[in-house]
């Protein structure tokens, strides 16, 4: 990444975390943020944004749960992912960056389930009643799902009003 879109990067992450009230990021992005490159400046930015504008993040027990599971996995490469994104859960929290969210989630319900993405979207929803809501995610499923239920702006599909969606942080977070 080039230091102009780094910097207008972490502008954009800075503006963000800024006015968000709240801010989740879901499994995937905890997953997928481990990884070198554009990923790994991705943790890096919403860290230093975090410390900058003294927020931290909201991470659902359902997306807990998941990475739990996935750690379990017979996918070599998924367990690996899975042991990164809880490092990086990790550090957040022991950074006093990150707070569990009670969700509603449990391994049950997850199994049933199969992904946390319904307990993320609620959660979600129910902090849009309290204020503005930074959800970062590169779950189109996930954002689109965001989008039908509420007034929302989107930083890829600018349709609605506050309170705030990251619906693709790949490429702008």
């Known amino acids: ?3 102009e879109k780094d910097r207008l990067a972490q502008a954009y992450t800075d503006r963000e975390t800024e006015t968000a009230q ?3 990021i879901d499994t995937n992005m905890a997953i997928n943020q481990g990884e070198d490159g554009d990923r790994r400046l991705f943790g ?3 860290k230093e944004s975090l410390e900058k504008n003294d927020r931290e993040i909201r991470f659902c027990r359902s997306c807990l749960l998941e990475l739990q599971k996935h ?3 017979a996918d070599p490469e998924m367990a690996r992912k899975a042991a990164c994104g809880l490092q990086f859960v990790i550090d957040l929290y022991t950074q006093g960056h990150l707070a569990f969210y009670e969700d509603g989630g449990s391994v049950d319900r997850l199994r049933d389930e199969g992904f946390a993405d319904p307990f993320t979207k609620d959660a979600a929803l129910a ?3 309290h204020g503005n809501v930074l959800v970062i995610t590169n779950d189109d499923g996930l954002a689109w799902d965001l989008l039908s ?3 929302v702006k989107s930083s890829s599909c600018c349709c609605g009003q506050l ?3 990251a619906a693709q942080a790949e490429g702008v977070l």
Do not use: A, T, W
């Open 1 to 3: 990444m080039d230091k």
């Open 22 to 24: 709240f801010i989740l």
């Open 44 to 46: 890096g930015r919403v």
């Open 71 to 73: 750690l379990q996995s």
């Open 127 to 129: 902090l849009f009643q």
């Open 149 to 151: 239920q509420r007034s």
């Open 163 to 165: 309170p705030r969606l």
